[in-house]
């Protein structure tokens, strides 16, 4: 063998070495960079911010639906939405690509590098990474709490035997003549920020959801204290329950912008409105449930048609400043409705103009401001016949006013930082507050004395085995 030749030999030996020891290495190199598409980590969270405002089971624009894989697979009026292994044949991608892209509606098209996560994951099968999920909150088997949560929303039921309290994932129900706890309603929502039970006290209405996952609507059958169903809406955490006068309607604010009102029977979405410009935390029915008004963060009270969802007017005068509204209410009897907020200031105002709106915007609906309060308001109650009302306050202050005149009735410090629900029983001689400190607190409504005072939730020593789940924080 010339010189050569060997040294050619050599050479190859030496290269076919390195490709077998490298190669590994080099695969495995690809492989990482290349990794599959993950449905669950990377395309459910684009579809939650820019798909589900429109495609969800209330509202469900062409009969798409994306609020999970089983529906998204089955696709729309337009055909099917995804087509393992076929990009170019699946909807998805003909709606979400192109120089003016037909999805998300309203909002910045999805970059490309986002499109091509779609047809990444389509093209390796559209494979459902989505893993079980785990609950243990079963029949029997209830939330456990080592420190009391924060108590967002409270309400007497219409016969007064009832006081409703929010928790983590559930209501607790509580017997007013002993205040014993009487049962426990769990359910998928993590968050309770509204309680509110229909005018016959049939049903328990119950808004909240799962922070960036779920909002949701349960109805609860009072007679039995089973879910009669849950609606789920938006993506998340949804506020400011209030039922129709008849109660075939609820509406609820949203933290995308919207109100929504559905169907009690068919659970179907009758109204998306969308005039508001920020977190909408308050809605209420008119009193012949013609119309309905919202309230949030943008300032504006709202007045909607509710057979046609078409804007109405601005109740108040929204750039006056006033501030952030926190919560409404409206009066048992009267088309009057209750603001207040981050001002510290109530203001009843009649939900119907009277009088033509001139050039300086003046608050011509305005009935009357109260007081300044102690902190921003976060809670109000009416009394069963409308001639009080209750404030909750940051600061942990309590107020009964007297609704005609606005004289102060009581002051009651209702938690050592803030209450956040209060709540008067019906025959209105008692009021409820709760707040930061996950105590509930009844006080007289005369003359202010405290009549009782008790945990909202069981509180378990720490460490205990047989913990479902431990409530370590607020909710």
């Known amino acids: 063998m010339n010189k050569s030749r060997s040294r050619f030999m050599i050479h190859l030996a030496v290269y076919l070495f390195c490709f077998v020891v490298w190669s590994p290495f080099v695969t495995a190199d690809n492989h990482a960079s290349g990794s599959a598409v993950s449905y669950h980590a990377q395309i459910v969270p684009i579809l939650k911010r820019s798909c ?44 979400i690509s192109g120089d003016e892209p037909a999805m998300p509606q309203n909002m910045e098209p999805l970059s490309a590098e986002e499109v091509e996560l779609f047809r990444r994951w389509i093209l390796e099968g559209a494979n459902d990474d989505t893993p079980d999920e785990v609950d243990d909150m079963a029949e029997g088997n209830y939330p456990t709490y080592t420190v009391p949560p924060v108590v967002s929303a409270i309400a007497y039921s219409p016969d007064g035997s009832t006081l409703a309290i929010s928790g983590f994932r559930e209501v607790l129900l509580y017997d007013t003549t002993n205040f014993e706890l009487k049962a426990r309603l769990v359910g998928k929502a993590h968050r309770i920020e509204s309680l509110t039970y229909t005018t016959d006290g049939k049903i328990l209405g119950v808004a909240g959801g799962s922070p960036a996952q779920f909002g949701e609507i349960q109805l609860w059958d009072t007679a039995t204290n089973t879910l009669i169903k849950a609606m789920r809406s938006s993506y998340d955490t949804v506020y400011g329950l209030s039922f129709s006068p008849d109660a075939s309607r609820v509406a609820f604010g949203c933290s995308d912008q919207t109100v929504r009102v559905l169907s009690v029977a068919d659970e179907k979405e009758l109204i998306k409105f969308d005039n508001h410009s920020d977190w909408v935390f308050g809605t209420i029915f008119s009193t012949d449930g013609s119309h309905f008004v919202s309230a949030g963060r943008d300032t504006a009270l709202k007045l909607v048609e509710v057979s046609t969802g078409s804007f109405v007017d601005d109740i108040n005068s929204s750039n006056k400043g006033y501030g952030e509204i926190n919560t409404i209410a409206r009066h048992p009897t ?36 109260y007081e300044a309060q102690s902190g921003s308001i976060e809670g109000y109650a009416f009394s069963a ?16 006013y007297n609704v005609e005149d606005g004289k102060r009735l009581a002051s009651v410090q209702g938690d050592a930082v803030g209450v956040f629900a209060v709540s008067f029983h019906p025959h209105g001689k008692q009021l409820a507050t709760g707040g930061f400190d996950g105590k509930i607190r009844v006080f007289d409504t005369a003359s202010g004395k405290l009549l009782n005072a008790f945990m909202s939730v069981p509180i378990e020593p720490a460490g205990s085995e047989d913990v479902a789940l431990v409530v370590t924080g607020m909710t």
């Open 52 to 95: 589900q405002g429109c495609h969800h089971p209330g509202d469900p624009n062409g009969d798409l639906i994306v609020t999970t894989y089983a529906h998204l697979k089955r696709g729309g009026m337009a055909g099917e939405a995804i087509i393992p292994g076929k990009p170019d044949e699946s909807l998805i991608i003909k709606l």
């Open 334 to 369: 009267e088309d009057q409705v209750l603001s207040g907020g981050e001002d510290r200031i109530p203001r009843l105002y009649k939900i119907f103009r009277e009088i033509q709106r001139d050039v300086g915007n003046t608050d011509f609906n305005l009935i009357q401001a």
């Open 385 to 400: 016949d409308g001639s009080q009302f209750a404030t909750g306050c940051a600061g942990g202050e309590a107020r009964v």
